[in-house]
């Protein structure tokens, strides 16, 4: 039987373990345009729940940590895999949420339900994937729990079908099987699964060298600072004398020291001030209420206290964070936007965003990131604009964490953002603005100029590291040596496919605005109807960003 602390202890050895080959998953993506790389955001994602878990004490049910775990995990999850991974612990701990020991049928149920919450969050759920090994996984295990088999031994095999998952899916997605790779995510599952099997063997947590992540132990100096503790509650009160009488305070003062310590009685003619530490405050408001009326009565729980600082004193720095902060409502409508770039950002705030998000490509924001940010906006309905296909998931699961109206538009780059913004209509309702604002974004094309980040194929052409790359609404059409021809190329091919009019180029922190005006001018040339803009935005990773619409 898997307890509690056997869970927890797994789950932290998982995030250690996917931490240490994270960037061996990184070189798993097939694309090679930079991006938010699969290892990363997984790593991130489960180092999420390991630091909520390596300070919970000891002695809590299974059900309970898978729990904490999976609220954790939905808060930190980074990019669509660790969306993905989240929800999987999601419907894990659903199936485990009355379970204070967890046996192989309970094992086999959380492994299926984590696969059925999985599938059920992606709108065309794609096999050869993370999806597929989740999937196999519970199936197996299923099967096996039928049968006399502990859980220990079943989450083993269930480590072997998602080995032999893994294996498989570059039969089920021709691109893995042309880079000759297996899939990104399902080799990122494959090592938390294993991380947790270590724990679960009794072999122990598995160190990370860069992060280590290990249980805080609590529980035991807690423990002693309350057996310190005689009397549990501390309980102060006023008493607004109503027939005072000269030995009103010393008969009050007399009784409270009969069931406590630490009595403060102070009065004159019109009050008494109390404070005493009992383990029943309701006696002595009870007494109190004898000699008049109570104002200000304030009881704190001195053992609930001291637990909360004991662990509070052992976080790490990490662990410490500032509470969010939430704004009073001050109007109807609000925008929070994720871009990266100075340029863009001022760009967003311009146009009416209440919050910016720093994010875009390989630094893709938390769930909770992108929440604080919601709760900090003074709206009742808050617009959410990801500008980038990677973080869109992540945006979609602040929605049940707030309870704030929220519209997520699926807006995959940030010009996208910028046309949806500049269609909204403050007289219209949300969901008629949430139509025309994708409407708008729809409307326009994205180019983009960047490099790429390692070895691969595109449409049957090498692409060597560092090649300029030029993309078409996320898809690469252009292979270059110079980001301005690659620019060029595609600004001309966008704006012929769209029969566009408008052409804005913006510069990224890799180039500078001479050579976005020699673009400019290039596109000019063959693009003539076209009015053309150059603005600054700021952005990494990408040398133009370019609107054609």
Not at 119 to 141: C, D, F, H, N, Q
Not at 149 to 154: G, K, S, T, W, Y
Not at 238 to 258: C, S
Not at 336 to 362: H, K, P, Y
Request: hydrophobic share 40%.
């Amino acid at each position: 039987m898997i307890n509690g602390n056997i869970l927890r202890d797994a789950i932290i050895s998982a995030a250690n373990n996917i931490d240490n080959s994270k960037t061996a998953v990184d070189a798993l993506n097939v694309f090679p345009v930079p991006d938010g790389d699969t290892g990363t955001n997984m790593s991130m994602t489960m180092r999420a729940a390991a630091r909520e878990l390596a300070i919970l004490p000891e002695g809590l049910g299974a059900g309970e940590v898978a729990g904490k775990a999976a609220s954790a995990l939905l808060r930190g999850a980074r990019g669509n895999s660790g969306v993905i991974l989240s929800l999987i612990f999601r419907g894990f701990s659903k199936a485990l949420k009355d379970h204070n020991e967890i046996d192989a049928k309970a094992l086999a149920k959380a492994l299926e339900e984590g696969a059925k919450s999985a599938y059920g969050a992606v709108m065309k759920p794609t096999e050869g994937t993370i999806l597929t090994v989740i999937r196999e996984s519970g199936e197996a295990a299923a099967k096996l729990a039928q049968g006399s088999i502990d859980a220990v031994e079943l989450w083993g095999k269930a480590c072997l079908t998602a080995k032999e998952s893994l294996d498989r899916t570059p039969e089920l997605l021709p691109q893995l099987k042309k880079a000759g790779v297996v899939d990104a995510g399902g080799q990122g599952l494959l090592l938390v699964m294993q991380g947790m099997l270590s724990v679960f063997k009794g072999e122990g947590i598995i160190s990370s060298g860069d992060n280590p992540v290990a249980p805080v132990q609590t529980v035991s100096a807690a423990a002693e600072v309350n057996e310190d503790i005689k009397f549990g509650y501390c309980t102060e009160f006023i008493v607004n004398r109503v027939n005072p009488e000269p030995t009103d305070a010393v008969k009050l003062r007399a009784y409270l020291e009969t069931i406590g310590d630490c009595v403060v009685v102070v009065d004159d003619d019109e009050i008494i001030k109390v404070h005493v530490h009992s383990n029943d405050p309701g006696n002595a408001i009870q007494a109190g209420l004898k000699y008049g009326a109570l104002v200000n009565i304030k009881i704190d729980n001195m053992r609930y206290q001291h637990s909360n600082n004991v662990i509070e004193q052992t976080q790490l720095p990490e662990q410490k964070e500032d509470e969010p902060q939430v704004a009073e409502i001050e109007k109807q409508f609000g925008f929070v936007a994720v871009c990266a770039g100075e340029g863009f950002e001022e760009m967003f705030s311009q146009l009416g965003a209440d919050r910016i998000v720093s994010g875009g490509q390989t630094m893709n924001p938390s769930t909770e990131d992108i929440l604080r940010a919601v709760l900090a906006t003074p709206a009742e309905h808050v617009f959410i604009l990801p500008n980038n296909k990677n973080i869109i998931m992540a945006a979609e699961q602040v929605v049940p964490l707030c309870e704030k109206g929220i519209s997520v538009l699926h807006t995959k780059t940030v010009p996208q953002g910028i046309a949806a913004m500049l269609s909204f209509d403050e007289t219209q309702p949300a969901e008629k603005n949430h139509l025309e604002m994708m409407k708008a974004a729809g409307r326009v094309g994205t180019g983009l100029v960047t490099f790429a980040a390692r070895d691969s194929e595109v449409n049957n052409q090498r692409v060597r590291k560092g090649q300029i790359l030029g993309m078409e609404d996320g898809k690469i059409t252009v292979l270059e040596h110079d980001p301005i021809k690659a620019g060029y190329k595609v600004a001309r091919r966008l704006y012929k496919k769209l029969n566009a009019s408008m052409i804005t180029i913006y510069y990224g922190a890799e180039s500078n605005e001479e050579q976005a005006e020699a673009l400019s001018t290039m596109i000019a040339s063959r693009c003539h109807d076209a009015e053309i803009a150059v603005i600054p935005g700021g952005q990494p990773i990408y040398y133009f960003t370019i609107a054609v619409e």
